[in-house]
């Protein structure tokens, strides 16, 4: 069992040969600013104006007929399925 972990740990450093380490993209990323959110205390601006109306957002699925919001990946992706049934939310 550990030779095979040590053949998969083989192939992904083949498969990143050439790139940056580990180190070097966490200190990549410890030296980036701040995130944009409210636990920074940074607030974020809208660069398009506000949004004309909040239904733009939403969808009715073609093959169940549900509403979807297609800011949601997830949501989007599922009913792009052929064949799929509405989605159940919690009360």
Not at 38 to 63: L, M, N, S, Y
Request: glycine share 6%; hydrophobic share 30%.
């Amino acid at each position: 069992m550990a030779d095979d972990r040590e053949k998969v740990f083989e192939r992904i450093r083949a498969k990143a040969k050439g790139g940056p380490t580990l180190t070097d993209t966490v200190n990549a990323i410890r030296k980036r600013p701040p995130t944009n959110n409210e636990a920074t205390g940074f607030k974020a601006k809208r660069h398009d104006g506000q949004v004309k109306d909040e239904r733009e957002h939403f969808q009715i699925c073609p093959v169940c007929g549900q509403e979807m919001d297609m800011r949601d990946l997830g949501e989007a992706l599922y009913h792009a399925m052929p064949s799929h049934k509405p989605l159940k939310y919690p009360d």
